[in-house]
C-alpha cells in the first residue's frame, strides 16, 4: 500500500509506548498495534485527531505517501 | 443469536426432514415393484417420457371410463412410464449418450448426500452467529453449483430418455417432448450462486470496516 504510517517513529521521538499512547487516546492496544504496522485499511479522522493531539505533531508526520 | 434466524433455520430444517421423510416413504412402494420388475428375465425398456397430443393441447385424445356412473371421459397425458418388451438394440450414439447418463447419476446421488450436509453445516453456523464468514460462503456456493447441475443432468435425462422413446415407439395420438420447464431449481442455484457473491462482498467490506482504526 503506497500510504506509509510513522506511528512507531513519532512514539518513539516522544518517547511513549504502545499501552501509554492506547490508553490515553482510547483505542485498544490491539488496534493500535494494527495502525503501527501498517495493517490497517482505513483511519477515521477522530482517530487521527487524537493521535496528533497527544503526540503533538501533524497528521503528515504520521501519514507518508510514496509510490509504490 | 438473532431469534428470527433461529426460528427460520428450525422451520427449514423441520421442512426439509419432513420431505425427505415423506419422499422415502412414498417411494419404497415404487422401488419394491420396479426391483421385482427387474427381477423378471425378459428383456425390456422402461421409458420416463413427456407427452404432447398431436392434435395439440386440450385436444383430450385419450379416452377413459368413470367406473362411478360408467360415463366415458376424456383425458390427456402429460407424463407416461413406458414399458417396452424386447426393445430392438439402440444405436450407439442413443447408448453412449444413456451410460453417459447413469454415470452421472451416481454423481447426481453423491450430490443428494451431500447437500444436507452443507446445508445443515450453514445453519449450525447461523446458530452459531458466524452467517459472513468464508468457510459459510462456500459451503453457500457448493449448494448453488449443486442445484446448478441438478437441473442440467434432469434436462439431459430427459433428452435421452425423449430420444430412445423416439427411436423405440411411436404412439397413436402423442408425440414425445423434452420438457425444459422445471427452472425453479435452476433459478433457486442461480439465485443461491448470486446470495454467494453479496456475502463475498459484504465478507471484504466487514474485513476492512474491522482493519478501520
Known amino acids: 500500500m503506497p500510504i506509509i504510517v510513522n506511528l512507531d517513529v513519532m512514539m518513539a521521538k516522544r518517547k511513549i ?7 490515553k487516546i482510547d483505542i485498544t492496544p ?13 483511519i477515521r479522522f477522530s482517530t487521527l485527531d487524537a493521535i496528533c493531539k497527544e503526540l503533538g505533531c501533524q497528521p503528515g508526520d ?7 | 443469536m438473532n431469534k428470527k434466524i433461529k426460528l427460520y433455520c ?12 415423506y419422499t422415502i416413504f412414498r417411494e419404497v412402494a415404487s422401488f419394491s415393484a420396479g426391483f421385482n420388475e427387474g427381477l423378471k428375465d425378459i428383456p425390456r425398456e422402461t421409458l420416463h ?16 371410463t368413470n367406473i362411478m356412473d360408467n360415463q366415458e371421459m376424456k383425458m390427456e397425458i402429460q407424463s407416461a412410464k413406458i414399458m417396452v418388451f424386447h426393445p430392438q438394440k439402440l444405436p ?12 452421472l447419476a451416481f454423481a447426481i446421488l453423491i450430490c443428494t448426500i451431500w447437500l444436507p450436509f452443507l446445508f445443515f453445516k450453514i445453519i449450525r453456523s447461523a446458530s452459531k452467529g458466524n452467517i459472513i464468514d468464508l468457510k459459510v460462503i462456500k459451503r453457500i456456493k457448493k449448494i448453488g453449483i ?3 447441475f441438478f437441473y442440467v443432468i434432469d434436462v439431459l435425462i430427459y433428452i435421452v430418455e425423449t430420444l430412445k422413446a423416439e427411436y423405440l415407439v411411436k404412439l397413436e395420438h402423442y408425440n414425445f417432448f423434452v420438457d425444459f420447464s422445471g427452472f425453479g431449481t435452476l433459478i433457486l442455484g442461480i439465485v443461491t450462486l448470486l446470495l454467494a457473491e453479496i456475502l463475498s462482498v459484504t465478507l471484504k467490506m466487514k474485513e476492512e470496516q474491522d482493519l478501520t482504526i
Not at chain 2, 50 to 64: A, D, E, H, R, V
Open chain 1, 30 to 42: 490491539a488496534n493500535l498495534s494494527i495502525l503501527k504496522t501498517g495493517k490497517a485499511k482505513a
Open chain 2, 92 to 103: 450407439l450414439p442413443i447408448t453412449i449418450m444413456y451410460y453417459a447418463i447413469i454415470f
Open chain 1, 17 to 23: 509506548s504502545l499501552n501509554e499512547l492506547s490508553e
Open chain 2, 49 to 64: 417420457v413427456n407427452l404432447i397430443p398431436k392434435s395439440g393441447g386440450y385436444s383430450f385424445p385419450t379416452s377413459t
Open chain 2, 146 to 148: 449443486i442445484l446448478v
Open chain 1, 62 to 68: 504520521i501519514l507518508e505517501f510514496t509510490e509504490e
Open chain 2, 10 to 21: 428450525i422451520i427449514l430444517s423441520v421442512i426439509y426432514i419432513s420431505v425427505v421423510v
